[in-house]
């Protein structure tokens, strides 16, 4: 055999046996976080274009984050500009803020490079109590103000959106918020010590200079699918019953299965057990 | 003979030598006696039988023929099949268990590997051989994303670097020039990630910065020089044209998008100078073509002229001139060239250049 061929096939098996070591070892001896989901935070992905070839089945990771509206509400909005990222939080985040923030010709907007930083996913914690908090308040506003002028339609309506809105968020939004990010992996593990309660995910993160003011949001997060290897794909399947989860608009439903999801030593999830809610 | 390009060329010549002779006989201008034909005639035959059983080339025009559809068959078979075993394994990788699913990933380019060198132990012409070895190439980037989809891992470039090598084995082992292409794609895409890294940003955005794959463009342009590609048929010519596309296209997306640049300066300041840029590095591309007989950087550098020539002329009179007398322009800048190209074919022709 040529020495080419060899060298080919040594490189091949290499590679594989690599990769393979890399994954023994994130599963490794303890692991970082262990969580149970539901379909709330992990929903089965429908890749419609390709619906019909792909046997595969992969869950979404579904997070939220806390940010201000223009009238500087807090807001529970997944692509907003989180209200714990502050500018000194950018500052210890490694972004040169000071140069940023020199006067230009391009004060209106400005691209900045984007940082790659590690996220901290907070499950049930107190950012989604937070949230829970704002929609019943939201709501009980409302509905004063529906009394005092019941005939006002646009009252009613948005009443009624506040109602399924604040439903919605008890039944089948996500509970996993982003609150934090950092640069050190062992300090945020050690900082939010509760395996039952944080994920750490890398990702992207994406500071903005728009209208002469400093902000960022949540760009990416680089794994942002987990794998359903056999036989958990089919209890989904069954659990399911091939009906996409929903929650949008007043069409939510409840989550119909729970995942118990590890996080290994270098942050890869992978799912221990898959059951029927 | 170092290559199959080169002993392809000696059977043409031969060709042409005889078909050369036949007419200056039939017109009474030269008349070879029948010894010296029978001893030109029988070295040729012997020639022509040694190239041919080493590097299996086509000796008359019908080989020719032949030689180009069964080229472009396998180039078509090549990619086909690769899209097959792709989509082949998407439909039913959900159907097995973690270790089927491995197993199937790590043995498919293991096996390819394997029949791609068995069948070129075998086959003289090298065409099935190297529709494998493209197929095996797709299994490992299969092999790789793959695993990655199924264990969860975090995307790396490094993939990229191991990509590039196995396209490079494989179209040195195996004598393939689209993997070659694939290998060098592979490993500009991996050193503009390394440099797109360096000043902070996460790899898969690289295209977000196109000068990223300007070092690439150089590394891979002088490549042939360093490292001798002659045993190779038209290594050199991949890496040369690899190495002007990779440094061109970006100039080109500069020159008219400046906020992408890491360069501190106004965007027209940017763009201005990319768009100079791009006409001295084509220009200069084409006469450095001429002048070491690449026809390749020649052709590829008269591209790239051409369409900076037309873009800052779009720019400039698109708006402002009715559309007859720009596309006039158009045609009359056409004619300028055609002149200058005239000139130099005309001077190069004095000076006795007449194989570019």
Redesign the interface.
């Given at each position: 055999?040529?020495r080419?061929?060899i060298?080919?096939?040594v490189?091949?098996?290499l590679?594989?046996v690599m990769?393979?070591a890399?994954?023994a070892y994130?599963r490794s001896d303890d692991k970082v976080t262990q969580l149970l989901l539901t379909e709330r935070e992990l929903s089965v992905v429908n890749d419609f274009s390709?619906a019909d070839?792909?046997?595969?089945?992969?869950l979404s990771i579904n997070w939220s984050s806390l940010s201000r509206n223009k009238e500087n509400k807090l807001i529970t909005q997944r692509w907003g500009e989180p209200d714990w990222l502050s500018e000194d939080k950018l500052k210890q985040l490694?972004v040169d803020v000071d140069s940023i923030k020199v006067p230009g010709?391009d004060d209106r907007y400005r691209?900045v490079?984007?940082?790659?930083v590690v996220f901290v996913l907070e499950f049930d914690g107190d950012a989604y109590k937070t949230a829970l908090t704002i929609a019943e308040k939201e709501l009980a506003e409302a509905t004063q103000k529906q009394q005092a002028d019941a005939d006002n339609k646009g009252l009613v309506r948005s009443l009624k959106n506040l109602k399924s809105k604040l439903e919605r968020l008890q039944l089948s939004d996500t509970r996993l918020f982003i609150i934090d990010a950092g640069l050190d992996k062992q300090a945020l593990i050690e900082k939010y010590s509760d395996k039952k309660q944080y994920l750490f995910i890398?990702g992207?993160l994406k500071p903005y200079w728009v209208d002469s003011k400093l902000t960022a949001s949540v760009k990416?997060l680089?794994?942002s699918?987990?794998?359903v290897?056999?036989p958990f794909?089919d209890i989904i399947t069954r659990a399911t019953q091939g009906e996409a989860f929903s929650n949008y608009g007043d069409e939510f439903i409840a989550p119909r299965y729970a995942v118990l999801l590890n996080l290994g030593k270098?942050?890869?999830?992978?799912i221990e057990s898959v059951s029927d809610l | 003979m170092d290559n199959k390009l080169i002993a392809q060329q000696r059977a043409d010549q031969i060709r042409a030598f005889n078909n050369e002779v036949k007419m200056l006989e039939d017109e009474k201008v030269l008349t070879l006696e029948p010894p010296q034909r029978e001893a030109v005639a029988q070295y040729h035959q012997s020639l022509l039988k040694t190239l041919s059983n080493q590097f299996d080339i086509d000796t008359s025009d019908r080989e020719k023929q032949l030689s180009s559809g069964m080229k472009i068959a396998s180039f078509l078979g090549a990619l086909a099949m690769a899209a097959s075993v792709f989509?082949l394994f998407?439909?039913?990788?959900?159907?097995?268990?973690?270790p089927a699913q491995?197993s199937v990933l790590?043995l498919a380019?293991?096996l390819t590997?394997?029949l791609t060198?068995f069948i070129a132990q075998y086959e003289t012409t090298g065409y099935f051989a190297k529709l494998l070895a493209m197929v095996s190439f797709v299994c490992?980037i299969l092999?790789?994303s793959m695993?990655g989809?199924?264990?969860?891992?975090?995307?790396s470039d490094k993939a990229l670097l191991?990509w590039a090598?196995?396209g490079f084995?494989?179209a040195?082992?195996f004598d393939v020039r689209l993997l070659l292409a694939m290998g060098i794609m592979c490993l500009a895409a991996f050193i503009a990630a390394r440099v797109g890294s360096w000043?902070?940003?996460?790899w898969l955005?690289m295209g977000e910065r196109p000068e990223n794959f300007l070092l690439p463009a150089l590394v891979i342009f002088s490549l042939p020089t360093w490292i001798n590609q002659k045993p190779y048929s038209g290594f050199a010519p991949v890496y040369r044209v690899a190495g002007c596309l990779l440094f061109l296209i970006p100039v080109l997306v500069l020159s008219s998008w400046g906020?992408a640049s890491y360069l501190d300066f106004?965007d027209a300041v940017i763009e201005g100078f990319y768009q100079l840029t791009g006409f001295v590095v084509s220009g200069a591309l084409v006469a450095t073509g001429i002048k070491k007989h690449w026809s390749d950087v020649v052709n590829t550098g008269n591209v790239f002229f051409v369409l900076f020539l037309y873009t800052k002329l779009f720019d400039w009179w698109w708006e402002i001139m009715p559309r007859y007398l720009f596309f006039l322009v158009i045609a009359l800048c056409s004619l300028l060239l055609l002149f200058v190209y005239k000139r130099i074919r005309h001077h190069s022709q004095l000076t006795g250049e007449h194989h570019v």
């Open positions: 055999m040529s080419l061929t060298i080919s096939a490189l091949l098996l590679v594989n990769v393979l890399g994954v994130n390709s070839e792909n046997s595969g089945m992969s490694g010709d691209d490079q984007s940082i790659e890398s992207e990416d680089f794994i699918r987990v794998h290897p056999l794909s270098r942050l890869e999830p992978w | 989509f998407y439909q039913f990788w959900g159907y097995l268990t973690t491995v790590v380019p293991l590997l394997g060198y490992f092999n790789l695993l989809q199924i264990f969860n891992i975090t995307p191991v090598a196995y084995l494989l040195y082992a000043s902070g940003m996460y955005y906020g106004p």
